[in-house]
Structure formats: C-alpha cells, structure tokens
C-alpha cells in the first residue's frame, strides 16, 4: 500500500517516470476521473443460461447499426434465438438459423459502416508498428486504427469485439446476425464488416462454449443450439438489475501509462521486455462500481 | 474441379501468378511433395475423456526439454494428471496441482531454452512488419522469428503454441507442467520461456473448457480439475491407434502461395484485401492421410 501511494505521488509529478510501474501499480494509482460508467443506454446484455454478456456499442463507429440493434431489442427480436455458430479460434454467432423471424420496424438492410472519417475522432495513437494499419490506437474506449488524422478510421478485430454478419452483399446487414471474436485477432476482417461494440463482460460464456462441427464451425443440429433468454439494454432494467460496470478511460495519462506498464512488464517473471504492443494485447481495464 | 487443375497448371508455370488464388485453390494444386508426415516419434497424444489433443514438438527449438518429457512420457508421469487452469484469451495449463508426484528419472531442473541461434535453421521468412520481431516465419512448419540470420531465433507464441510453464528462476523448470495457448497471440512471453512445439489437432478440447475462477484462471476446486487419461507418443502406440496426419510443409513454393493467398483473400466476401499477415494468422494446414 506504501508503494502504490508512493507511486501515485511519482505519477502526479513526473509521469516519464510511469515506465517504471506495472499494470496493478498503474491502477492502484488511478483517480476517479480515470474511469467512466459504462453508459446504461450503449450497453446490451446477452442473458444466457449460464450468465450475462455485457457489450458496449459503439455508435461512433456504427450509428445506423447501432440505431438498428435498439429496434431489434426493444421489440424483442433476439429473444429466444439461439447462438448458432462457434469456430474455434475464430467467433460465436447467434440469430435466427432460418432466418424467418419477423424484424417488426427494423430495417431489412443498411449501408456498410465498415470505416468512418478520422476526422471528429479522439484518437489516443500507440506507439509500436502495426502488422495492419499505419495508426493504431484507442477511441472512447475501443481498439481502433486509421490511416491517419485525416483519413479514415474503423474498430479493429480483436478479441472480444462484436460485428455484423453479413454475407457476400455489403449493404446487405442489418444486425439481426451478430459475432463476437474468441481467438486470435482476424485483422483481415477489418474494413469488411461492420463492428459494432465489445464485450466488456462475461466473454468467457461465450468463449468456453462447445465448437460446431459444421463448415465455419456452425452447430449441425438445432439441439446443439445455446438458447439465449433475453437480450436487453442496461437501460431498460431498473438499477438494481443492472451491472454496475465502470471502465478505464482511454484518453487518460493514467492509460498512457497502463500501455507503458505493458509494453514492458517490469515485474519478477519478465526477463526480456517485449518494449513493443499491439492494439490487441492491450488490456481495457473493468471493475464493479462502488 | 476444372478451375483447380487450370490453377495447378498456372502454379507450375509461373507462380507469380499465385496472388489470384485463394487458399482451396492452393491446397487442391498441391503435390504429396508438399505434405509431410507428422513425425511419430515428435508427436505427444494428451488423451481427455472428450477427445485427443495432438502435439507436435520441436526438438529443434528445446532439445533438452523435449528429451525430458519424452522420459516424462515413458515413465507415464502425466497419467491420470489433470488439467489444473484454464485462463480465458490466455492459456490452458496441466500438471501437478500438489507438485508431489515423483519424476522418476526425468531432471528436475533445465537450463532455459527460450531462444536459440538463428543459423542453421531453415527460415520461410513472411514479407510483412511485425510488432513484437525484425523478422518473422516458419521452421519446419512452426511460427518462429529471429533476430537476422546471424541473431537469435525463437518460436513465437500464436494459438495453439506448447510453452513450459515457469516460475521466476529462468531455469527452474523442467516440462511437468505444460500450456497451451488458447487466445489472441501473448507475444510478449516470447524469449520468456521455453516453447517445446504446438497442437496440430484438437486445441478445441483445450479450448472449450470452463474457465477456471481463481487468480490466473486456476480452478479453485479439485472437483473443477479435467482428468487426462494418458499422455503418450504416437510411436508408443501401434499403427492402428494413431492418427495418421500430413502437414504442409512450410518451406516450398506451395506454402508461399498459401501465405499470398491469405494475405489477400480473393474470394466474393472481401471486399478490401488486407494485403499483409502476421505470423499467428497463417494456417498451417493438416489432413488426415490416405
């Protein structure tokens, strides 16, 4: 506790000094106004049987999407529709095997949101080379790339995040089809799908589940199904429903030095500082709210 | 079936020609030249109750680990083990929950293998940058990267990927207890710790596992362990109880057109071709042998 006061003091005053703390020391050291509470109306939970996935949209990136997904909710379209596909190493995906379930006021198709004008955005850059992007970084929270201020910008593949299914139509998607990613980042997706948040919470309900046996790992028969109860936003249920989630701001010094704190991980186990980081490996920090 | 043995003739020709093929292209134009055998005597069986987990080490990269735990094997010491954490987007750890069992006459302590030099190993080097390497590529059909030709050269940690789980003393482990990785790529434990092969079959019997809920994703409760049957070489075993598997060699022009045809996905879905790949998103293709 005398180091984590200490290293908050050295924070205050000298941040170069950060590269020298790890991760929990970076925490321990956080102010109130590192964190924000996870916005009740951005927020979806996937209630399953064995627990709830908690995703944050992104209407920044997505808004037409993202406007779509509130439809579907609110006339409970995802209600008892099961997830349908999990490829190991690669996404689950839930929504209607026959696709014959009525969308009520949603829209049938939308234009591609793959990318967005840098522009507008609030883009904290990371430092290290990118296999895939010239500029790769964090916006509101979100792993994101650009090619630069001026160009355009869009949600990275990584672990955990949420995109549209689509098939070989790109205005085609309307978000009735959703995945989440369970392995290792599919970059190659990046700018051919429509992104559309993350899963902040609960992805191991997802990720532990048991894998198709079809092509693209879709189950073969409907009682493989895993049943979902009711998708809702936070903000539809009363407060003591909800999950009171608060996450790490990505606009911060305090997550300035969380990535340093990574980049080179100066505790006991290191011996060689990786000195590097992709967007991907980057941790977004969660924790319940007092 | 026309359009692959056009393919094939094309391939033979001019191979420059190979960035118009996707990976079934590639794949059905491949000579048995380009396949090799998954060598019996490298191949480690973990047998669940669920499935068989199949091994390919790498004596090349950890010759002394991989000779311990071939006496590991022999003596039967991972017999009746269990599968002890399980850490979701990280790893999959088995061994001795007690570290009790005695280790007959395996060495109780190794000298770290976690890089080795980069001459004399046969090096497919990939054309795109990498955040954590100067260099990247595949060894005899494993992800490595180096330093240069005259540096250092080590395996690097993508899904699936084999590690030797370590406390902090470098040198203080000796193969009983083994992970796999079962997320996005945690590059940063390269040059970290000894890399002895990685799973060519079945990783979705490691990866579908209930995460364990204590620190690290331990299971906190024996009644959480998952049972492993037997661990054994595939030459310990007769003819007809192993699984007999090609893999694509990775150092022919076969494999080159497959890493082209991944960099840039010519098929109807894509509509924005990534035009680079990082070392953990090439597949490294296995069929079952006729």
């Not at 349908?84 to 198709?109: C, E, F």
């Not at 999950?243 to 080179?264: G, I």
Request: glycine share 8%; net charge neutral.
């Amino acid at each position: 506790m005398r180091t984590s006061i200490l290293l908050a003091a050295i924070l205050t005053f000298a941040s170069s000094v950060a590269c020298a703390q790890t991760m929990q020391d970076v925490l321990e050291a956080s102010k109130p106004s590192d964190w924000r509470v996870l916005p009740p109306e951005n927020t979806l939970y996937l209630e399953l049987e064995t627990g709830r996935v908690i995703i944050e949209l992104a209407p920044e990136f997505a808004p037409r999407h993202v406007e779509n997904i509130r439809t579907l909710v609110r006339e409970r379209y995802f209600d008892g529709l099961p997830i349908i596909r999990v490829q190991d190493n690669y996404v689950v995906q839930w929504g209607d095997p026959d696709d014959k379930k009525p969308l009520g006021t949603a829209k049938k198709a939308l234009t591609a949101e793959f990318t967005r004008p840098a522009a507008g955005l609030d883009f904290t850059r990371l430092p290290d080379p990118d296999t895939y992007a010239p500029e790769t970084g964090f916006v509101s929270g979100f792993p994101a790339a650009r090619e630069g201020a001026e160009g355009r910008a869009w949600l990275t593949h990584c672990y955990g995040m949420v995109g549209v299914a689509r098939g070989t139509d790109v205005d085609g998607a309307s978000g009735t089809g959703l995945y989440v990613v369970i392995g290792h980042a599919p970059r190659q997706l990046d700018r051919n799908i429509t992104v559309v948040g993350r899963v902040v919470q609960g992805v191991e309900y997802l990720s532990s589940l048991p894998r198709g046996t079809g092509p693209l790992g879709f189950y073969e028969k409907a009682a493989q199904y895993v049943p979902i109860r009711r998708v809702r936003f936070a903000s539809e249920l009363p407060a003591e429903e909800r999950t009171q989630l608060e996450l790490l701001r990505t606009d911060t010094p305090t997550f300035e030095a969380l990535v340093e704190s990574r980049r080179n991980r100066r505790d006991d186990w290191y011996k060689v500082l990786a000195g590097r980081i992709d967007v991907c490996s980057v941790p977004l920090p969660v924790r319940v709210r007092d």
